[in-house]
């Protein structure tokens, strides 16, 4: 996990935005990340949700990696260590989101 995401850094703020189901996220000095607009069928309370799980992806992606090089392997073949499922999932997220940037 040594290579560098290039995304904008977080935290990112949200905020409604115009109608009803329009939203912006904003970066850590207020400009412009991205304009969403959430469908109209689903309910406000969903829509917040929505962007508050977006706004804390940089903190999630970071409190992950945390926590992935900290855990230990559960055992180990052929000298490779081998994770619990869950680990191993992570870690394929994260290098799927990273081969975005190379």
């Not at 991205?34 to 992606?61: C, D, F, V, W, Y």
């Not at 799927?96 to 940037?101: G, L």
């Amino acid at each position: 996990m040594s290579k560098t995401i290039q995304h904008t850094t977080g935290p990112w703020e949200w905020k409604a935005q115009g109608c009803a189901n329009e939203y912006v996220l904003l970066t850590n000095d207020k400009r412009w990340l991205m304009a969403i607009r959430q469908n109209g069928e689903l309910s406000t309370l969903q829509h917040e949700a929505n962007m508050r799980l977006l706004s804390k992806a940089p903190e999630l992606l970071d409190a992950l990696e945390s926590v992935i090089n900290a855990t230990l392997p559960i055992a180990t073949k052929n000298e490779k260590p081998i994770y619990h499922p869950s680990v191993s999932l992570a870690k394929e997220l994260i290098s799927q989101v990273r081969e975005m940037y190379e």
